[in-house]
């Protein structure tokens, strides 16, 4: 098979993205949604493979600022985009596309690159690891309860347009984002991300609702959400669907949900992407009655093992020399002595012993705090060589809080 992998033309974007659309299944987006990617997708981070006139193979990536360990914010790769047309599977498509792409993103100086899986399985062998996870809750409204904490009572609440308050919402988000690693510090036009409400994607529910919490004439939370109405024999039985939900402090947080809680004509609320951490947990009065289901989200690769590592800090004073496998990016692979602590850190070649031997796979998968080396190692996919390296390394590399995507792009 001959093809031509090349950098994405404009003239080329509706073949490119209807290649994209047929893979996944070939129905066509709202005509907003598409105008909004063909808006957002870097064209010069764009690659397509080409078979004469047709398009076979497409990916992407986004320009990203990634919030990590410590609060820094690193400059990351967000791949998106990734299809193979079904007449050419397994011709090593993909693999030139995600080798090409990889060197690119070296050339480009960002040390990490980030995806979101469509099928997770795919992407481990070139490196990706499964970093963050994302919690969906549904809540049976008429057995469940909040406890709120004190100052919930001193909240406002109001009913917003939210193309209105977009931009103070966003300023909001853009304070939280150095709290918890996996956040995304959105750049200029993402913010249309958030107001995307295509009909045809409602399935019967509302318009994009919002509403704002303040305290004392300011902006102290948001939540965008929809309302499915639905009723049986006995009464009615909506169901609050949340988009996001985001606040400076608990009383602000708690009287959003209950707010969630109360509305009227509803007996259930969806929230389809939290943290697995979320305070959510620990107001509701009955844990059991909350259908709990998580599965993975960010998948993190570490395009260049040094920059990476030095560029997020670590919960205990580290010193530990990492044995990294990486067949796939070999400028990764060797000896590195990582040493750090809550202030900053070092990592660089050496030819020290090895304390703990891994993958490039499984150092993505740590690098947010959210799997630990502990628990990779009970799966055999970290070896300790150095008796209590395995603990020194796994505390250190935690977090405070679970790492998180708020939204897939």
Request: charged residues 25%.
């Amino acid at each position: 098979m001959t093809t031509d992998l090349r950098v994405l033309a404009e003239s080329e974007w509706a073949s490119w993205y209807g290649a994209l659309d047929l893979a996944f299944g070939g129905v066509p987006e709202a005509p907003q949604e598409q105008e909004l990617w063909h808006d957002l997708v870097e064209r010069d981070r764009s690659l397509g493979v080409w078979d004469g006139d047709a398009c076979i193979g497409t990916t992407s990536a986004f320009s990203f600022r990634l919030s990590v360990p410590g609060g820094a914010l690193v400059d990351a790769a967000g791949v998106t985009m990734v299809s193979v047309a079904a007449t050419h599977r397994r011709r090593g498509v993909l693999t030139s596309m995600m080798r090409r792409q990889l060197d690119d993103v070296r050339a480009k100086g960002e040390p990490l690159a980030v995806l979101t899986a469509s099928e997770p399985v795919i992407y481990g062998r070139f490196g990706y690891g499964a970093a963050t996870s994302q919690m969906q809750v549904t809540i049976d409204t008429t057995r469940v309860r909040l406890s709120v904490p004190a100052g919930t009572d001193d909240v406002r609440l109001r009913y917003a347009v939210p193309a209105d308050v977009h931009a103070a919402c966003e300023e909001l988000y853009a304070r939280r984002v150095v709290e918890r690693p996996g956040m995304l510090a959105r750049r200029p036009g993402w913010e249309r991300h958030g107001l995307l409400d295509p009909e045809s994607d409602r399935a019967g529910a509302s318009p994009l609702l919002c509403v704002v919490a303040e305290r004392a004439g300011e902006l102290v939370g948001y939540v965008r959400f929809a309302v499915k109405p639905d009723w049986e024999w006995q009464g009615p039985k909506g169901t609050v669907r949340v988009r996001d939900i985001e606040a400076l402090d608990p009383a602000a947080y708690a009287a959003l949900w209950r707010f969630l809680f109360d509305i009227d004509l509803t007996s259930s609320v969806v929230a389809r992407s939290r943290p697995v951490d979320d305070a959510l947990l620990q107001l509701v009065s009955d844990v059991r009655r909350c259908d709990i289901a998580v599965r993975d989200s960010l998948h993190v690769r570490l395009v260049e093992v040094g920059a990476a590592l030095e560029a997020r800090t670590y919960q205990a004073p580290l010193d530990v020399v990492f044995e990294v496998e990486d067949a796939f990016c070999p400028w990764n692979a060797g000896r590195w002595r990582l040493t750090g602590d809550a202030k900053g850190a070092s990592c660089a070649r050496t030819r020290d012993a090895a304390d703990l031997a891994l993958s490039v796979r499984e150092l993505g998968a740590a690098y947010l705090g959210g799997v630990s080396l502990t628990s990779l190692a009970g799966a055999g996919r970290v070896r300790e060589l150095r008796q209590g390296a395995l603990a020194e390394a796994s505390v250190a590399l935690g977090s405070d809080v679970a790492p998180w995507l708020p939204h897939g792009f």
